[in-house]
């Protein structure tokens, strides 16, 4: 079982920047590929950024060029570090990990989740 914790959100001006943490325990967390999706109020679970054991990653394109997912496996510790936000990133981030390997882009792939972080960009 692999138990995730986010922290690092909060409130920031629009063009801000925000790191989040996510921290894992349990299993082997190089095994894992790592996730964030973010849920804005009333919105679907959407997909933000994944990076692979093997450092691969893959983004939304919307926040391709002021997000970064970066991961250090000696902390088992997956970061999402975002610039340049805009109110339309406001919502709760979700940190999520999942075994397949093959870096999906779909919640439903992923099998461990964390309990969400929230991020609220002001106009």
């Known amino acids: 079982q692999v138990q995730l914790v986010e922290s690092g959100g909060g409130l920031v001006q629009t063009g801000g920047s925000l790191r989040l943490s996510c921290a894992a325990s349990?299993?082997?967390?190089?095994?894992?590929?790592m996730g964030w999706f973010r849920q804005a109020p009333g919105k679907e679970r959407e997909f933000v950024a994944a990076?692979?054991?093997?450092?691969?990653?893959t983004y939304l394109k919307s926040v391709k060029g002021r997000f970064t997912i970066s991961r250090d496996n000696a902390k088992n510790t997956v970061y999402l570090q975002m610039s340049d936000l805009k109110p339309e990133d406001t919502a709760v981030y979700y940190c999520?990990?999942?075994?397949?390997?093959?870096?999906?882009?779909?919640?439903?792939?992923?099998?461990?989740w964390g309990q969400g972080t929230q991020v609220t960009v002001s106009s």
């Open positions: 349990g299993g082997t967390f190089t095994s894992y590929d």
């Open positions: 990076i692979s054991g093997g450092l691969t990653t």
């Open positions: 999520a990990a999942e075994t397949d390997g093959s870096l999906w882009t779909f919640a439903d792939k992923y099998d461990y």
